[in-house]
């Protein structure tokens, strides 16, 4: 008999971490995907850890767990290295090889690991108006008997470090946006092959990026969390003989000004490259006639190493097309709505000028930069006057997919022009196509709007002068995004910072962080569906990661929003008083009053006030809180008896005849029996073919529509839906060629302009939360427990589609579905991971059990009746 393979075991992984290279966690939970034969289950797990004191194998743990295992070994101190190695067996005790390695290393865990002080040029600057960043700069030496160095930096502002003349690292936007009185990320870098023995020189680029500069609409605001930009650096070299030299921020630093004139993130940056100073981070430069430096608050409590990746640019795209408007200005066509910038290439006099304008669309054969209301998203470079001059903006990103080029002068524009793709750096989950070629377009165009706007948070749109991290988008979006990329380090971020800047009467933000915006916006009030996002979106990340640690990071600010609205609802359970937002951007909402929608305000917020505590209840068992797990159990069922005696006056018909509040209703299991449902399903069918299969929802109920149409059985009325090309429809924008998604369904009009109103993006991720119903539906993958731990392969075919699928890199391994449909035969092609239970729920009713391995399977029943079109 041939024996069967061994288990392989990949290297682990550590918490959420794609760099496992300066954490914040001593104690980090790890996990391991595992591939194995058919049959073998893992029963049992060894842990290596090789730290400073030598290797340590812990017993074997009898176990089935592979994700997120308690860490077995005392917590890692600061800056310790740690190797890390798992080996499984199964029943029959025969263990494995040992995985490769995972190499990890911790931050500063404590704030007295901190020695550096953070410093500002002292010079006088103005509050408002355009203030020039700056250089800072210092010269150290160092010993011929380094082991090891590491530099820890952030700033109030943004940074770039040199040292000894070469660029530290390429983290774009460092340390990016959060709620900085609360939390200040800090990064950490290998910099061993930077320092050398004797004379060396560090060097830090600065900018106001989001601590001072300019954010939010009307006007904006600056100097929202600090009026100077300050730098803290703490470089620490390791010797051979283990001491430790370390070099912090300090007065002995010197400040000027650069090359760098002016730099926003809305308004774009502008560099003269005749004031670069050549060699002003190398040893040996003359800084006698720069600034003093002085020294700024912070509290280093206030300090904490990342728990997702950094944004970076992670793709470069040419131009499709090029344009020559007259002598000397070009327009460039990406083919592509992007984020990030543009790096030219260019020859010229010294202090000619290159001038770059971004927009989405053309209007009219030129940039349409109405859309970006005050956001100037304009880069000027002045020429050095060197034979080619390359150069891209730092501290500023532009959503764009055209750009006009004023003032160009050199060679081949199409070799000589490139945009450079800048978001969060997550690594890539989840995959859809099917043969039908436009839906295969609208995913990919989810899928970018997700790029465009997962920069360091999630915001609302990437180009005018907004980028907010606003809680409804990601409330609805979040389980889309869950599967498309690796994002929960970064939202798990973003969730925190909700938490710091939630009130204290348990009100969340409209957005996170928390600025000014008007009296609409500030202060904050309680809004259904945007506040919900403190219960429904660290939910969705623990559908899809297992990870109940965030829940119970999460739980309090989950709490303190339900029992707000407790309060605000009272004893009838309605919360039916107050300003809410209802379905926004219901498409029959005119143009100035996006919130006009057809759905009665108030039965969306306490449908919402229903889930939320229906969730925070599901969430209170997870964590073993079972006095609150049955408290908000019954508060759910008492809203939720609330909302039927409301809103359903007869079975199954509602008081808003609309499309969203039918699909709320059925998908919040808000309706009284299953004769209700039913009714109401038919009656949403309705609603959808009157209006055409066009879509009749907003916000809210964009995500709901499709998902309530399958649960209730009229699939092939939600394909209808899908597949429409008029507007409103999520098809009718690829007929004005977009290649993202759009913020209304008409942001641009049938006509070619665009819609006229003040708010008007064409890349806005919330209403691509339909990607969800593509991936659990017309493919036909779902997570039955949380993790992928239990699997449900559901393909519903229709719409004329005859193959589709999904893959999903699971917290367990790829899972996979492909089906096809034949003349003779309905047929699904999956892959199972290690770890898991699988099972097939075929279109008319019978189930296949699979196990963990690739199989195809036909559907027993479905030979001579395959699903209709």
Not at 118 to 133: F, H, I, N
Not at 529 to 540: E, Q, S
Not at 568 to 595: F, I, K, R, V
């Amino acid at each position: 008999m041939t024996p069967q393979p061994a288990p392989l075991v990949a290297p682990p992984t550590a918490e959420h971490h794609r760099e496992p290279f300066g954490i914040g966690e001593p104690t980090p939970r790890l996990s391991w995907k595992t591939t194995a034969p058919a049959g073998w289950a893992q029963h049992a797990y060894q842990i290596e850890l090789t730290r400073d004191g030598g290797a340590h194998r812990t017993d074997w743990v009898t176990s089935a767990d592979s994700v997120l295992v308690p860490w077995p070994a005392a917590p890692l101190q600061s800056r310790e290295r740690c190797g890390i190695r798992v080996r499984v067996r199964g029943a029959d005790r025969t263990a494995s090889s040992w995985s490769a390695p995972l190499q990890l290393e911790t931050g500063l865990l404590k704030p007295t690991d901190w020695t550096a002080q953070a410093v500002s040029p002292q010079w006088p600057e103005q509050l408002d108006g355009v203030r020039r960043p700056p250089l800072l700069r210092k010269e150290f030496g160092a010993g011929s008997d380094i082991e090891r160095a590491r530099l820890y930096v952030t700033a109030h502002g943004l940074y770039e470090i040199e040292i000894n003349g070469r660029r530290v690292g390429d983290h774009a936007l460092a340390p990016g946006w959060t709620s900085y009185a609360h939390r200040l990320r800090y990064q950490v870098f290998d910099v061993t092959d930077h320092v050398r023995p004797g004379a060396n020189a560090i060097g830090a680029w600065l900018a106001d990026g989001w601590y001072r500069g300019r954010l939010g609409f009307h006007g904006g605001h600056a100097n929202l969390y600090g009026d100077r930009v300050a730098l803290l650096a703490q470089l620490e070299i390791v010797h051979g003989d283990g001491t430790v030299t370390v070099h912090g921020t300090d007065a002995s630093w010197r400040a000027a000004f650069g090359p760098v004139l002016a730099s926003g993130l809305l308004d774009g940056e502008t560099y003269d490259a005749r004031e670069e100073r050549p060699g002003w981070s190398e040893p040996g430069f003359d800084d006698t006639d720069w600034s003093p430096v002085g020294p700024v608050p912070r509290d280093p409590a206030t300090l904490f190493a990342p728990t997702g990746p950094p944004v970076r640019c992670t793709q470069e795209i040419a131009p499709i097309r090029i344009t020559t408007l007259d002598a000397d200005r070009l327009l460039v066509d990406f083919g592509q709505n992007l984020v990030g910038r543009v790096r030219i290439t260019v020859s010229g006099p010294s202090g000619h000028t290159v001038i770059l304008r971004h927009a989405e669309v053309l209007q009219d054969g030129e940039l349409c930069v109405r859309p970006l209301r005050g956001a100037l998203s304009v880069d000027r470079y002045i020429l050095r006057g060197a034979a080619a001059e390359t150069w891209e903006p730092r501290f500023t990103l532009h959503g764009f997919r055209y750009a006009e080029i004023t003032g160009w002068r050199g060679g081949d524009p199409q070799r000589d022009i490139v945009a450079r793709v800048h978001h969060t750096d997550m690594a890539r989950t989840g995959w859809f196509s099917c043969s039908n070629e436009q839906v295969n377009r609208l995913h990919e165009n989810v899928v970018w709007s997700l790029r465009g706007n997962f920069v360091d948070l999630p915001t609302d749109c990437p180009q005018r002068d907004e980028r907010l991290g606003w809680t409804g988008d990601i409330q609805v979006f979040a389980p889309t995004a869950g599967f498309l990329y690796d994002c929960h380090g970064m939202l798990s971020s973003w969730l925190r910072d909700l938490a710091a800047e939630q009130l204290e009467d348990g009100t969340v933000p409209w957005y996170v962080p928390a600025i000014p915006g008007g009296s609409q916006w500030t202060p904050a009030r309680p809004g259904a569906g945007w506040g919900d996002v403190a219960t429904l979106t660290p939910w969705a990340l623990y559908l899809d990661s297992g990870d109940a640690g965030l829940l119970a990071a999460q739980y309090d600010s989950a709490r303190r929003w339900v029992d707000l609205v407790t309060g605000l609802a009272g004893p009838s359970g309605l919360w039916n008083l107050g300003y809410q937002l209802g379905d926004w951007l219901d498409p029959a909402a005119p143009p100035e009053d996006p919130g006009a929608g057809r759905t009665d305000r108030h039965l969306i917020a306490t449908a919402y006030y229903a889930w939320s505590a229906r969730h925070l209840a599901l969430m209170a068992g997870v964590l073993g809180h079972e006095d609150d797990r049955l408290r908000y159990e019954a508060l759910a069922l008492r809203v939720r008896q609330a909302f039927i005696d409301e809103y359903v006056p007869s079975e199954g018909r509602m008081t808003s005849d609309t499309q969203t509040a039918y699909a709320i209703a059925l998908q919040f299991d808000l309706l009284p029996g299953p004769a209700a449902r039913a009714e109401a399903g038919e009656r949403l069918a309705e609603l959808v073919a009157a209006g055409g299969h066009t879509i009749q929802t907003g916000f809210i109920g964009t995500p709901l529509v499709a998902p309530a149409l399958s649960a209730t059985q009229h699939t092939d009325t939600a394909y209808a839906l899908l597949l429409q090309q008029e507007c409103p429809s999520w098809l009718y924008a690829l007929k004005h060629d977009a290649t993202t998604v759009w913020e209304r369904w008409d942001s641009m009009l049938p006509d070619g302009t665009v819609n006229p109103g003040d708010m008007t993006s064409f890349n806005h991720y919330a209403l691509g939360a339909v990607a969800e119903w593509l991936h659990t539906t017309v493919a036909g993958l779902t997570a039955a427990a949380p993790g992928y731990r239990d699997i449900v392969f559901r393909p519903r075919p229709g719409g004329g589609i005859t193959w589709a699928g999904a893959a999903h890199e699971s917290p367990y391994g790829r899972v996979a579905i492909r089906w096809e449909l034949h003349e003779s035969r309905f047929e699904v092609r999956t892959t199972v991971p290690t770890g898991t239970r699988a099972r097939i729920e075929w279109p008319d009713g019978q189930v296949t059990v699979l196990t963990p391995g690739t199989a195809s399977t036909c559907c027993p029943g479905c030979a001579s009746a395959a699903p209709r079109d």
